[in-house]
C-alpha cells in the first residue's frame, strides 16, 4: 500500500476537514484544515504526526496539501490555532514558510456557524 495522502471533506460548507497520511493503510499523520471559499480565508486546525513519523517531512507534506486546498495567491487568508512557542515548532513554521497568522484564529462567520459557535 505505501504512503497515501488522503482528503476528507468537511460535512458543512466550511466546516473542518482533515487531510490524512496513511502507511500500509495506517493513519499515521493528519491536518483538521477549515476553508471557506466565498469569504477567502482558511484556518489549519492542527497538524498532527505520530512520534515515531517524526522529522521525516509528513508535516511539511500535510502543510503544502492544506495550502493547495486554498492557495495564498488566489487571494485566501491563513491562519492557525494555538501554536506551542518551542524551539522544535518555531523551527517547523519557519521550515515551511506559512503564509499566515500563527496561533491567533481568523475565523469568518461561515466558519463559525459550522462549527456551531455562533
Do not use: I, K
Not at 486546525?45 to 505520530?50: L, M, N, T, Y
Not at 499566515?100 to 459557535?117: K, N
Amino acid at each position: 500500500m505505501g504512503l497515501v495522502l488522503v482528503r476528507v471533506p468537511p460535512a458543512v460548507r466550511a466546516g473542518v476537514g482533515q487531510l490524512r497520511m496513511r502507511l500500509d493503510g495506517v493513519v499515521v499523520a493528519d491536518a483538521d484544515l477549515a476553508v471557506c471559499a466565498p469569504c477567502r480565508r482558511a484556518v489549519l486546525e492542527q497538524v498532527r504526526v505520530d512520534e515515531a513519523h517524526r522529522r521525516l517531512g509528513y508535516g511539511r507534506v500535510l502543510v503544502a496539501a492544506a495550502l493547495a486546498v486554498a492557495p495564498p495567491g488566489q487571494g485566501y487568508d491563513w491562519s492557525t490555532t494555538t501554536v506551542l512557542n518551542s524551539p522544535a515548532t518555531r523551527a517547523f513554521w519557519a521550515a515551511v514558510g506559512w503564509p499566515g497568522q500563527l496561533g491567533r484564529p481568523d475565523r469568518c462567520t461561515d466558519m463559525v456557524r459550522a462549527v456551531g459557535e455562533g
